[in-house]
């Protein structure tokens, strides 16, 4: 029996309710047997700019998740040297979940547009399927996109989604300027983050 399994990568820094509402939005919609949650070291796009630790990073994604058996967290980017590329991430999941996996990764719709120009991107759609969150309504022109990496359009599963208008980068600038992000995260992950800014002051 193959199992269907969601790889969701990130800074999650700090992880939100907009990231909850994709990996359900995934499971449901792709019949996803669990998505796992693979917190970045450092982002090879983004640099070392991160607001919270490694351990503060996994701590919240572990709280945020808790509730529901079918989201697990993977320190797998974590535990090997940086900078962490999603096909040699792919390629290890493989392995440690075995032949009779079959991998989906989950990504937005603006990421796709950039997608051929990845590190690998052949490889990544050999790898797995790619779970593409789009907005209501929006079709990303997929045949212009097969022809700067061929496969990609057989590769793509489209997961319509309500747009959720939270980023983590918004988030950390209010955390910053001392602004209360209480309701853009659930109830354990706000309770870390008090934790965090108390053992600041």
Same mark, same amino acid.
């Given at each position: 029996? +193959?199992?269907?399994? @969601?790889?969701?990568?990130?800074?999650?820094?700090?992880?939100?309710? @907009?990231?909850?509402?994709?990996?359900?939005?995934?499971? *449901?919609?792709?019949?996803?047997?669990?998505? #796992?949650?693979?917190?970045?070291?450092?982002?090879?796009?983004?640099?070392? %700019?991160?607001?919270? +630790?490694?351990?503060?990073? +996994?701590?919240?994604?572990?709280?945020?998740?808790?509730?529901?058996?079918?989201?697990?967290?993977? +320190?797998?980017?974590?535990?090997?040297?940086?900078?962490?590329?999603?096909?040699?991430?792919?390629?290890?999941?493989? *392995?440690?979940? %075995?032949?009779?996996?079959? #991998?989906?990764?989950?990504?937005?719709?603006?990421?796709? #547009?950039?997608?051929?120009?990845?590190?690998?991107?052949?490889?990544?759609?050999?790898?797995?399927?790619?779970?593409?969150?789009?907005?209501? @309504?929006? /079709?990303?022109?997929?045949?212009? #996109?097969?022809?700067?990496?061929?496969?990609?359009?057989?590769?793509?599963?489209?997961?319509?989604?309500?747009?959720?208008?939270?980023?983590?980068? /918004?988030?950390?600038?209010?955390?910053? /300027?001392?602004?209360?992000?209480?309701?853009?995260?659930?109830?354990?992950?706000?309770?870390?983050?008090?934790?965090?800014?108390? @053992?600041?002051?």
């Amino acid at each position: 029996m +193959t199992i269907r399994l @969601g790889v969701f990568g990130g800074t999650f820094d700090p992880i939100h309710i @907009g990231h909850l509402i994709i990996a359900q939005e995934a499971c *449901e919609r792709l019949s996803l047997d669990r998505v #796992l949650f693979v917190p970045a070291r450092v982002s090879p796009l983004k640099g070392d %700019g991160t607001l919270f +630790t490694a351990e503060q990073r +996994t701590e919240m994604v572990r709280a945020a998740i808790a509730a529901d058996p079918r989201f697990v967290v993977s +320190t797998i980017d974590l535990e090997r040297p940086a900078p962490s590329y999603t096909v040699d991430t792919l390629r290890l999941l493989q *392995e440690e979940w %075995g032949p009779d996996t079959q #991998l989906y990764f989950i990504l937005g719709v603006d990421s796709l #547009l950039t997608f051929g120009y990845w590190y690998r991107p052949d490889e990544i759609i050999r790898l797995a399927r790619l779970a593409v969150i789009s907005r209501p @309504g929006y /079709e990303p022109d997929l045949i212009g #996109l097969d022809q700067v990496l061929p496969g990609l359009a057989a590769a793509t599963d489209l997961v319509e989604s309500v747009h959720i208008g939270i980023s983590s980068t /918004e988030l950390r600038r209010r955390l910053q /300027e001392g602004a209360s992000v209480r309701y853009f995260v659930n109830e354990p992950v706000w309770a870390l983050l008090q934790r965090y800014q108390e @053992g600041q002051a």
